[in-house]
């Protein structure tokens, strides 16, 4: 079991930067993957970005080249680096875990990309 807290969500305008993180209430060393999820109102929730154990990531094409996904295993931390934000990133941002074929969500943070 797992408690998942994200945060560093806010209002940036098209071209800016933010750096999302979600807080672990327990070690995610062991856990095998981590992931990044957005969902925007109206649309389906889209799967942007993982992060294994090993530290191996891919993300979804919509953000290659922009977006980082890294972890601090020490600080039971995953980030989620946003550079260039375009007005089509604008979503609610999920981080979720599986442990033992059970996932685990958190409650998501704002993100709104705006002029």
């Known amino acids: 079991q797992v408690q998942l807290v994200e945060s560093g969500g806010g209002s940036v305008q098209p071209g800016g930067s933010l750096r999302l993180s979600c807080a672990a209430s327990?070690?995610?060393?062991?856990?095998?993957?981590m992931y990044w999820y957005r969902q925007a109102p109206g649309k389906q929730r889209e799967l942007v970005a993982i992060i294994t154990s090993g530290g191996s990531t891919n993300y979804a094409d919509s953000v290659k080249g922009r977006f980082t996904i890294s972890r601090d295993n020490a600080k039971n931390t995953v980030y989620l680096q946003m550079s260039s934000l375009k007005s089509e990133d604008t979503a609610v941002y999920l981080c979720y875990a599986e442990i033992r074929r059970l996932g685990y969500w958190g409650q998501g943070t704002q993100v709104t990309v705006s002029s």
């Open positions: 327990r070690s995610i060393f062991s856990i095998n993957a």
